[in-house]
């Protein structure tokens, strides 16, 4: 049985999660600048593998049916380091989308339970063209929520 309780693991994980993604968006704003999105991809991988151990985190990346996506992230990573910036980070986009496309129903409902924006999340518009349709249509997947 998994335990959700809140270590200081799991806190630091979280964190660590938290200023990847943020590093990673600030490369982009600062034109695809490959310092910022190679620390947001170094903060990214080592906070997931805080917050889910680092056992669970290896059996993710290495599962048969994350090959691609795992793969894709890697070569993305890999493209970002030598100086690619662009080309990385839309190869790691694709590899991102691919790893986690089983979370976007979870990440679909705690979206539409925010208690300012989740209106927005609840229009069957945006719920079937602007963000869901096209994630499922990406991954091949139809998720109705």
Do not use: H
Not at 30 to 37: A, C, E, H, Q, Y
Not at 54 to 63: D, G, H, V
């Amino acid at each position: 049985m998994m335990s959700f309780e809140m270590n200081d693991r799991k806190k630091i994980g979280l964190g660590l999660t938290g200023f990847g993604v943020f590093f990673s968006f600030l490369g982009i704003i600062f034109f695809f600048d490959k310092g910022l999105i190679a620390m947001g991809n170094i903060l990214f991988i080592s906070g997931v593998a805080l917050t889910i151990g680092l056992k669970s985190s290896m059996q993710f990346f290495l599962r048969p049916s994350n090959f691609k996506g795992s793969i894709s992230f890697g070569i993305g990573f890999f493209l970002v380091i030598i100086g690619w910036p662009v080309l990385g980070m839309i190869v790691e986009s694709y590899g991102f989308v691919v790893l986690f496309s089983g979370f976007w129903p979870t990440v679909a409902v705690f979206l539409q339970k925010i208690p300012v924006v989740g209106w927005l999340f609840q229009q069957p518009f945006v719920r079937t063209v602007c963000i869901f349709g096209f994630v499922s249509s990406i991954v091949g997947n139809i998720y109705y929520l």
